[in-house]
């Protein structure tokens, strides 16, 4: 079917119009989390509806698109970034379903980023991805999990919590409790709520970590030396210094 090819084309092709396509599923991606974080500010309106039921719309042809190029429809079904668009879909076509439930959209940011195709077009296309790719997927990590928690925190704490009324008040308790900085002037109501927190703390600071570690560590390039499998060198590095091996590393220079 030539629609069929064309569509597989836009979402695995390595066309230069694919790549551009990948990029604005990106950017589109990112303009919806910065939507979502708008709106909770904002009463709710007809206008924020429409606008919700345009993005939702929009979500569920993506979605359809993939799962019908799928050769996996069951697995890429299962897949814990589909479910989310599921969750996300319901949510803003149907906002009884829990409308605040479409900060799961994030998940997608980086399933998309995470494409090997969409990462080798930007190792191409930017220098400064290239030599810090580590540090910007860990930090790409750490933003996901602050921002779904941050969604989790808003939506099972608005309506009981008086201190959390907008998606500005669960971010701040959600950063202050993953720094375990911890004011204590907003805290989460119920056992629930404690246990959320203590989970935020556990797993959020391990996040934080493992990016600091990165940003202070020297700075290494991915190259499988052949004999011995490793695959973090230094950037200048001629020999592999495990087993010796001559390395033919590219960088910049490289003709």
Not at 107 to 132: A, E, Y
Not at 214 to 230: N, Q, Y
Request: charge should be positive.
């Amino acid at each position: 079917m030539a629609l069929k090819n064309i569509v597989r084309e836009l979402y695995e092709g390595g066309s230069a119009g694919a790549h551009r396509f990948r990029y604005g599923l990106i950017s589109f991606d990112i303009a919806t989390i910065v939507f979502l974080i708008v709106s909770s500010f904002l009463q709710r309106s007809p206008v924020i509806g429409v606008i919700d039921i345009v993005i939702g719309l929009l979500i569920l042809a993506d979605f359809i698109a993939r799962f019908w190029i799928s050769r996996n429809r069951l697995g890429d079904l299962m897949n814990p970034a589909n479910l989310a668009d599921i969750v996300v879909i319901a949510s803003l076509l149907a906002p009884f379903a829990g409308e605040g439930l479409a900060f799961l959209r994030v998940v997608r940011v980086l399933r998309v980023m995470r494409s090997p195709m969409v990462l080798s077009r930007m190792r191409r296309d930017s220098t400064l991805f290239r030599q810090n790719e580590q540090t910007v997927m860990a930090a790409l990590n750490l933003g996901l999990f602050i921002f779904v928690t941050t969604g989790i925190v808003y939506e099972s704490q608005r309506g009981i919590n008086e201190h959390i009324t907008n998606y500005a008040d669960a971010l701040y308790f959600t950063v202050s409790t993953l720094t375990t900085t911890g004011f204590g002037d907003i805290t989460l109501q119920g056992h629930w709520g404690r246990m959320l927190a203590v989970l935020i703390m556990i797993f959020g600071v391990s996040l934080f970590l493992r990016l600091i570690q990165i940003l202070i560590r020297p700075h290494k390039v991915e190259h499988k030396c052949p004999d011995c499998g490793l695959l973090r060198h230094d950037a200048d590095a001629v020999h592999c210094k495990h087993c010796g091996r001559v390395l033919h590393i590219e960088d910049e220079g490289a003709v």
